[in-house]
């Protein structure tokens, strides 16, 4: 039987307090319950919500013993009922001796998440998938070799584990160090912000991890010859869907990403204007770094493939991540690729060199590839009719 006192004389105040009282009493004893769970995630959790019930913030037994004497008091006195008798889950919340649970490979990059908001702010569902995937793949692949670890089990030679994994598939299968340098980054950066946001102060073995590579080259150009007499041959993008082609034949004469064709939309796309011109800006999604916002004239086929597709390309618009590989293999299919190395983003290198040829000056050039500049940006640099006479210089 539990005898609790409503301070009143009104049957309804009584009422209407009692369902109050009740529903306390029902979230405390479950609170209670899960303090005496086996779960030590539960347990501390339940600790923090018993704290909050009893109007007191969570601290650590070495917090509480540095409170002033009256305010650790104050917690004993709330763990106590009428009768004097302490009530030991309470008072083990309220005196902060519940210890966090161990933070394991898989519960980290759980925290990560909402620590990184930051990062994805601004950006489409897509481009979030991803930002997202790399990252998962990385803990994927480390927690599969090492096991769901505590970050404070992480050794050395766990490091050198995960990383001799990578070197037999390195070696045996032809993977690129490449691969493997972006599970140590992602690993390292997600783990050590973690480690720093929640004050676990471990010294985590990250140095030494990154893996050797070999030289980078740069994506060959398209030739004007190849440009002019394969890829704009009458006939020779006819089996590739429209909106595909329409995305290649924008991107000669406009050098942009495939994934800003992509996701341009009508109001983006100016075709009723003096000078027909295609804005790139962050709609719906986020853009490589602010230097990618620019406006560019459309010239020549890239104005009548936009011309065809004044709406823009809603089959690609919302998930450009299959559009490249789309081309690519048509190009492949049916001899389009100078080399092969070459693959449709090389038609933006192309749109460089040709304006590279024409000595058109870093400031125009960069502006109209979207590119940061080594030196200071200043004024608001070229007008529509400049970037134009440029472009027109050197269009198919």
């Known amino acids: 039987m539990i005898r609790y006192s409503l301070n009143t004389d009104s049957r309804q105040i009584a009422e209407e307090k009692a369902r109050k009282v009740w529903d306390y009493l029902i979230a405390t004893w479950e609170l209670r319950l899960e303090g005496d769970s086996d ?7 339940a600790a923090i919500n018993i704290a909050k019930s009893k109007g007191f913030t969570y601290l650590t037994a070495l917090q509480v013993v540095q409170l002033p004497l009256e305010e650790v008091l104050k917690r004993i006195e709330a763990a106590t009922d009428k009768s004097g008798k302490i009530n030991e889950t309470e008072l083990a919340a309220l005196a902060g001796t519940v210890d966090p649970p161990a933070l394991t490979l898989s519960g ?7 620590m990184a908001r930051d990062m994805v ?12 995937n790399p990252r998962m793949k990385a803990f994927k692949n480390f927690i599969d070799i090492v096991g769901d ?17 990578w070197m037999d598939r390195i070696e045996g299968e032809g993977v690129t160090p490449n691969s493997a340098n972006k599970d140590f980054t992602y690993l390292t ?29 740069a994506r060959p150009p398209f030739s004007d010859t190849w440009i002019r007499e394969k890829l704009l041959k009458a006939g020779a993008m006819d089996g590739l869907n429209t909106e595909a082609r329409a995305i290649l034949l924008g991107m000669i004469n ?71 590989g789309t081309i690519n293999k048509f190009l492949t299919e049916n001899g389009l690729r100078e080399t092969p190395k070459h693959s449709v983003y090389c038609l933006r290198h192309s749109f460089e060199d040709r304006l590279l040829a024409k000595n058109v000056p870093d400031r125009l050039a960069a502006d109209l590839m979207g590119h940061a500049l080594v030196r200071e940006r200043y004024g608001s640099g070229a007008s529509l009719e400049q970037k134009f006479e440029a472009i027109n210089a050197i269009a198919f």
């Open 254 to 324: 406009t050098g942009y990403r495939p994934s800003e064709g992509a996701c341009l939309t009508s109001d983006q796309i100016r075709l009723d204007h003096n000078i027909p011109h295609i804005i790139i800006q962050p709609v719906g999604r986020t853009l490589k770094n602010h230097h990618s916002e620019r406006t560019i004239p459309l010239v020549g086929v890239s104005l009548e493939s936009f011309r065809a597709h004044p709406q823009g390309f809603p089959r690609y618009g919302a998930d450009s991540a299959s559009l490249s």
């Open 189 to 217: 950066s997600i783990l050590r912000k973690v480690n720093r946001a929640k004050g676990l102060n471990l010294t985590l073995p990250f140095d030494g991890l990154k893996i050797k590579e070999g030289k980078k080259y």
């Open 149 to 165: 670890l505590e970050l404070e089990q992480i050794t050395p030679d766990t490091m050198n584990e995960f990383r001799s994994w």
């Open 121 to 132: 702010q601004g950006k489409s569902d897509l481009q979030i998938r991803h930002w997202r």
């Open 39 to 45: 779960s030590a995630e539960r347990r501390y959790q």
């Open 108 to 114: 980290a990059l759980d925290a990560y998440w909402p």
